[in-house]
T-cell receptor, first 115, second 115 residues
């Protein structure tokens, strides 16, 4: 049973560029959440996708956008990259149908460095 | 809005000693509570969670946490730590209401177990 997978594992971009990160949820899961973890900090919620719609959003600017595909996989897009966007980006999947409090399973993350 | 405070950023202990990692939360609504562990260069793994019922919850590797509603705390304890417990530990909360499954994390506590 494959867990949550993310690609790429590492990425280096320059300021102003755009980046796309990808996530495949754990088998059987229908919901994907994205988190940003800056160095030395806890993860911060970016947004959550369910049924191909953005279900909930954290305090992140519109430069951060996402998408969920019919197979439940998801992409996170960040436009006009800033130095401060350098972080570990974590994807987590869950099964909303099991009710609130269902465990979110995290992937290994994508390390984004903006130069 | 919810917030999580992990009172200690770093906790060094000797092998086989007991340890307590402290977590306090603030919320205007009922919450679910979680502890996640992050090993170096890896994603987050769920250690244990409190949803309802018994206020003492246990993990398979000897950790336990107790939900204290009056003190809004969810401290993590282990009676005897191993070198392999060296990792960063994150306390998190989520709103109990449906449609609000985002996790709010603390800044983490780095546990270092020395021989």
């Amino acid at each position: 049973d494959a867990g949550v997978t993310q690609s790429p594992t590492h990425l280096i971009k320059t300021r102003g560029q755009q980046v796309t990160l990808r996530c495949s949820p754990k088998s059987g899961h229908d919901t994907v959440s994205w988190y940003q973890q800056a160095l030395g900090q806890g993860p911060q919620f970016i947004f959550q996708y369910y049924e191909e719609e953005e279900r909930q959003r954290g305090n992140f600017p519109d430069r951060f956008s996402g998408h969920q595909f019919p197979n439940y996989s998801s992409e996170l897009n960040v436009n006009a990259l800033l130095l401060g966007d350098s972080a570990l980006y974590l994807c987590a999947s869950s099964l909303v149908g099991q009710g609130v409090g269902d465990t979110q399973y995290f992937g290994p993350g994508t390390r984004l460095t903006v130069l | 809005a919810q917030s999580v405070t992990q009172l200690d950023s770093q906790v060094p202990v000797f092998e086989e000693a007991p340890v307590e990692l402290r977590c306090n939360y603030s919320s205007s609504v009922s919450v679910y509570l979680f502890w996640y562990v992050q090993y170096p260069n890896q994603g987050l793994q769920l250690l244990l969670k409190y949803l309802s019922g018994s206020t003492l919850v246990k993990s398979i590797n000897g950790f336990e946490a107790e939900f204290n509603k009056s003190q809004t705390s969810f401290h993590l304890r282990k009676p005897s730590v191993h070198i392999s417990d060296t990792a960063e530990y994150f306390c998190a909360v989520s709103d109990i209401r449906a449609g609000s499954e985002k996790l709010v994390f603390g800044k983490g506590t780095k546990l270092t177990v020395n021989p």
